[in-house]
């Protein structure tokens, strides 16, 4: 345990101290929850724009989700191996999953003040959801799968790829891919070729979820709280995290 609270310790100062990591972590999302309903929203009746703005705001918390585990811990984990973090405790006996889930702790607790802050900002800004706590807690639980898809990418990223501009970069633009395939472009606008997609990947299946028990079934454009839907989205998150993990033991933690 003392491993874990170590690397969980230092990895949430060193996103609470960061304010490029902030800034680049918060940023982007917190401008989409501003301006996309003044660019796409102004021709809707003001009745469903509360809606409207609860959708948008689902999908920038989602979005921050994303860039916390695929660009934040995978950016922190090659900057630490830069600067010869892993040379320093290749000799001690320390255990490679342990220090990492004290990292995904910190992330995982970076991205709850992520999702309180931009909930914040999306009902200051009008936004409207209806839930009640059964609602919530599938909501979360979803969430916790997206965060968990997410840190797997991450992980394999930073197992792979050399150089935190690189690593970040990817992580962001990767993080934006996704978002544009069922998140950002509802799931009803996308080709069917895409919707078959958006249905598959489990961080856009498992944002459906959420749109669909914290503001409306017809929003989402199917059903998925199937059994199948659900089932796919777990099994495959949990397979990016465990890919991520063993990538991460037995070669991120090897690299010089």
């Not at 490029?20 to 469903?48: H, K, N, Q, R, Y």
């Not at 909930?119 to 609602?135: D, Q």
């Not at 069917?192 to 459906?208: D, F, G, H, K, N």
């Given at each position: 345990?003392n491993?874990?609270?170590?690397?969980?310790?230092?990895?949430?100062?060193?996103?609470?101290?960061?304010?490029?990591?902030?800034?680049?972590?918060?940023?982007?999302?917190v401008?989409?929850?501003l301006?996309?309903?003044?660019?796409?929203?102004?021709?809707?009746?003001?009745?469903?724009?509360?809606?409207?703005?609860?959708?948008?705001?689902?999908?920038?918390?989602?979005?921050?989700?994303?860039?916390?585990?695929?660009?934040?811990?995978?950016?922190?984990?090659?900057?630490?191996?830069?600067?010869?973090?892993?040379?320093?405790?290749?000799?001690?006996?320390?255990?490679?999953?342990?220090?990492?889930?004290?990292?995904?702790?910190?992330?995982?607790?970076?991205?709850?003040?992520?999702?309180?802050?931009?909930?914040?900002?999306?009902?200051?800004?009008?936004?409207?959801?209806?839930?009640?706590?059964?609602?919530?807690?599938?909501?979360?639980?979803?969430?916790?799968?997206?965060?968990?898809?997410?840190?797997?990418?991450?992980?394999?990223?930073?197992?792979?790829?050399?150089?935190e501009?690189?690593?970040?970069?990817?992580?962001?633009?990767?993080?934006?891919?996704?978002?544009?395939?069922?998140?950002?472009?509802?799931?009803?606008?996308?080709?069917?070729?895409?919707?078959?997609?958006?249905?598959?990947?489990?961080?856009?299946?498992?944002?459906?979820?959420?749109?669909?028990?914290?503001?409306?079934?017809?929003?989402?454009?199917?059903?998925?709280?199937?059994?199948?839907?659900?089932?796919?989205?777990?099994?495959?998150?949990?397979?990016?995290?465990?890919?991520?993990?063993?990538?991460?033991?037995?070669?991120?933690w090897?690299?010089?």
């Amino acid at each position: 345990m003392n491993q874990i609270y170590a690397a969980y310790n230092r990895s949430l100062k060193e996103y609470l101290r960061g304010k490029a990591i902030i800034g680049s972590t918060f940023g982007i999302p917190v401008l989409f929850i501003l301006i996309l309903p003044v660019v796409f929203f102004g021709d809707v009746p003001g009745e469903f724009l509360p809606t409207l703005k609860g959708i948008n705001t689902l999908a920038q918390i989602t979005l921050t989700v994303m860039i916390i585990g695929q660009s934040n811990l995978s950016g922190s984990i090659v900057a630490d191996r830069e600067r010869g973090l892993y040379r320093k405790i290749s000799s001690l006996p320390l255990n490679p999953v342990k220090e990492v889930l004290g990292r995904i702790f910190a992330s995982l607790i970076f991205s709850f003040i992520g999702i309180a802050f931009l909930s914040l900002v999306g009902v200051i800004y009008g936004a409207k959801f209806t839930f009640n706590i059964v609602e919530l807690v599938i909501a979360f639980f979803f969430l916790l799968l997206i965060f968990i898809a997410s840190t797997g990418i991450g992980l394999i990223i930073s197992s792979t790829i050399n150089g935190e501009s690189a690593v970040t970069h990817l992580g962001i633009g990767f993080s934006l891919l996704l978002f544009f395939i069922g998140i950002g472009i509802p799931y009803t606008q996308l080709p069917s070729e895409l919707q078959v997609i958006s249905r598959i990947i489990p961080l856009t299946a498992a944002y459906a979820p959420i749109v669909y028990v914290l503001e409306s079934p017809e929003v989402v454009g199917y059903n998925p709280l199937t059994f199948v839907q659900i089932m796919l989205s777990i099994m495959l998150s949990t397979l990016l995290l465990g890919i991520g993990l063993i990538l991460y033991s037995n070669v991120a933690w090897r690299k010089r």
